[in-house]
């Protein structure tokens, strides 16, 4: 069976996407790239930098200058990938609270979200990849032969951002979290927005394996209307 060369998942924070691009690269033999990874890298180095997220022309300047790197994982310690910024291992400080806090409002401005897409797109045009984040089947790459949309509600989100956290040995309360996930889902609505040929899942009541599953099925059906 012809697979898509490249496949694109988008949808909201916390909606399964990352489990569900890595167990599918996983089935396919493809690389897996969780693009959201490059925003938070960003965000991490702004803080680190002092570089605030409304100064649009040093968020661009970084963006332009630090060497980000994200590669399968050197370590077996729970990690999916590890990331670099300027050859520094930073995977487990991307989801700190403060990175968490400010991701969305550092990559909103379209000049910084167009250096960030440029490097995506160059990753995805290599082909054999499983891209995930946000406008990735709508923007970065609007012509994917096969573009996922992962929808969820908010409070199953929530529930799962939560029990991340804690699986992590911090501290976390679904309110809170549900809180976190809805100002994220306002500060991200502009790009949340399915591309019109997606086939769109809803996570809820589906599991990661159930999901694969419609999509290979669905990937069988294209392979076989052509």
Sequence with gaps: METPHIITIDGPAGAGKSTLGEMLARKLGYLYFDTGVMYRALTLAAIARGVACDDV????????????????????????????????????????????????????DTSVRSVMRSRQRA????????????????????????????EASIDERAKRRTAELQAQGRQAEVGHIRQDVERRDALDRH?????????????????????????MRHIAAQASSR
Excluded: F
Aim: net charge negative.
């Design 123 to 150: 990753i995805g045009e290599a082909g054999r990849v499983v891209m995930v984040g946000r406008d990735i089947g709508s923007v970065v790459m609007p012509d994917a032969p096969l573009k996922i949309y992962l």
């Design 191 to 215: 790009v949340m927005q399915p591309a019109p040929d997606a086939l769109v899942l809803h996570s809820d009541t589906l599991s990661p394996e159930d999901e694969v599953a419609v999509i």
């Design 57 to 108: 022309a040093g968020l661009t300047h970084l963006a332009e200058t630090i060497d980000i790197q994200v590669t399968p994982p050197h370590i077996e310690d729970g990690r999916q990938y590890t990331v670099r910024i300027d050859g520094q291992d930073v995977t487990w400080q991307l989801r700190q609270p403060e990175v968490e806090k400010n991701v969305s409002a550092c990559s909103r």
